[in-house]
């Protein structure tokens, strides 16, 4: 690995890889003393141009498991407010001896640009990206079904549900991602994941909340959240939340959108009565944070089978899991993920 920007780049057999060396930094984690010695020595950036907290915090917290030195870059409040460019941000960390650079920023392709404008040698993180990608976040999510859903992947064979066996994918997982999927950079990051790892994925949502050309995209979609319940039986629904702030309108919830927030909560939200449709052994997932009462009940964010918060956990493996291989793992053939 030489830099993780998209999903729509890495392999089943790196996305696997990904996974399970996850699963061996989770493990560590269990125990009294979870930091590892293995980046002692390494310097981690985290350059945010967007507001983030838990995004943010679990790739520091990750770095610092692995003992990494970590450096919190926060656009308000530096020389990027005066003006400062991204090509010269970049070259003073290059100056400053980054070995990996997780960058968050609201224009879509701005890690792409620094992985490959030539301004640093670091390895280069996609914390997010506009409405582009979100890499990792599709990872944990992975994560979080591959090991949830371990008695199911296994076909029904009884196993702890984080007993799961090295090189798993999800080959055979019915996921349903609802909502806001126009302005979603975790959905695009998941269908393209969840598609190469074997799963079956349907969108739903309105009309207005799907992007020109979602057709292409390797799922179906839907516009009918009880049709999807009924007919796909999926084992994972994750909620999608609405993001006001990317939407224009002067509409009283989603602007020109969708006319109003009960409506949307009447025909897409994960309500109590489409809780108890599912399958029993399915679970309720959010990238968070969540908008409660609008695309998730309070009822369904914080019932039994809602893995949303141990999505918050997973994130710190999963984003030691991709330092590690950033920094520590083969890089011979300079893969870019």
């Not at 699963?23 to 310097?43: F, W």
């Not at 992975?142 to 798993?168: C, E, I, K, Y």
């Not at 991602?177 to 695009?188: T, W």
């Not at 839907?222 to 319940?229: E, G, P, Q």
Request: overall charge neutral; hydrophobic content about 40%; charged content about 20%.
């Amino acid at each position: 690995m030489r830099h993780l920007l998209s999903t729509q780049d890495i392999s089943r057999d790196e996305a696997v890889r990904i996974l399970d060396t996850a699963a061996q930094m989770a493990a560590t984690q269990g125990r009294e003393i979870k930091k590892l010695p293995t980046l002692r020595g390494r310097t981690v950036v985290n350059l945010f141009y967007e507001d983030s907290t838990r995004t943010r915090i679990s790739f520091e917290t990750a770095a610092k498991r692995l003992s990494a030195d970590v450096i919190n870059f926060s656009a308000k409040g530096s020389s990027v407010s005066k003006g400062e460019s991204l090509k010269d941000t970049a070259l003073t960390l290059q100056a400053m001896g980054a070995d990996a650079v997780v960058c968050r920023h609201q224009a879509s392709g701005a890690p792409h640009l620094l992985a490959n404008a030539g301004w640093l040698d670091a390895a280069v993180v996609n914390a997010g990206d506009g409405m582009h990608q979100h890499p990792t976040q599709a990872l944990l999510d992975a994560f979080t079904m591959r090991r949830h859903l371990a008695t199911h992947l296994a076909g029904g064979a009884a196993r702890p549900d984080d007993d799961v066996a090295d090189g798993t994918d999800l080959a055979g997982l019915r996921v349903a991602i609802v909502g806001d999927v126009l302005h979603s950079r975790v959905a695009r990051s998941n269908v393209h994941l969840l598609a190469t790892l074997g799963a079956h994925v349907t969108l739903v949502a309105p009309p207005t909340l799907l992007p020109v050309g979602v057709q292409t995209w390797p799922c179906d979609v839907s516009f009918d959240l009880d049709a999807t319940l009924r007919d796909v039986a999926p084992d994972a629904i994750m909620m999608l939340r609405v993001q006001r702030e990317r939407m224009s309108g002067s509409g009283s919830g989603g602007g020109a959108f969708f006319p109003n927030p009960l409506e949307y909560t009447r025909k897409y939200g994960l309500d109590p009565r489409r809780l108890a449709t599912l399958a029993p052994h399915a679970i309720v997932m959010h990238p968070g944070p969540m908008n409660r009462g609008l695309e998730i009940s309070a009822e369904a964010a914080d019932s039994p089978r809602s893995v949303i918060v141990e999505q918050v956990g997973n994130g710190v493996a999963v984003r030691m899991a991709v330092l590690y291989l950033l920094l520590s793992g083969d890089n011979s053939e300079g893969t870019t993920l």
